[in-house]
């Protein structure tokens, strides 16, 4: 019974990570939209200070202990290179 509570559980998981992948690249598609951005390095560009926003704000976790400074440097790089990569693919497919 446990076994199945947590298989229901770890589908609840990447059900949510696939929305908020969605969510996600929906949110940058209508920056890149707003912002008139039509080339790779514009969206590249974008992707970055999306990141790096996103690296600011989950700092103060790692100052205070919450997170290994490991952990946030593997969580942030991926999460800069996800932007990176869906702000030039938003800025080229209009």
Known sequence: MERLMN??????????????????????ALLVQIAGIDTLLSGLGLGLMIGLLAAFVF???TLFGLTSTKIY??????????????????ALWK
């Open 73 to 90: 440097a593997i969580a942030m790089g991926e999460h800069m290179i996800s932007f990176m990569l869906l702000g030039m693919l938003h």
């Open 7 to 28: 298989a229901q559980f770890n589908t609840q998981k990447y059900i949510a990570s696939a929305l908020i992948a969605f969510i996600s690249s929906f949110l940058i």
């Open 59 to 61: 700092l103060k976790n």
